[in-house]
């Protein structure tokens, strides 16, 4: 995102986060995860549903 700002070019971070998000969006809090390549947060399996909840309700919002 700083970059964006660095090179002045107007709405790539937007461009960044809308492919970030669709890549993300349908996707189980699991194979987000590995997309992604992120290792366990040490979240029960609830608090992941709650958090994919959460961000079910942000998108909707949007």
């Known amino acids: 995102m700083q970059g964006a700002s660095a090179l002045g070019i107007n709405g790539l971070s937007d461009l960044c986060a809308q492919k970030t998000a669709d890549a993300v969006k349908g996707r189980t809090v ?3 995860k590995q997309l992604l390549g992120i290792v366990d947060v040490g979240m029960t399996p609830d608090e992941e549903l709650q958090l994919q909840h959460d ?3 942000t998108v909707c919002l949007r």
């Open 30 to 32: 699991q194979e987000v």
């Open 55 to 57: 961000n079910e309700v």
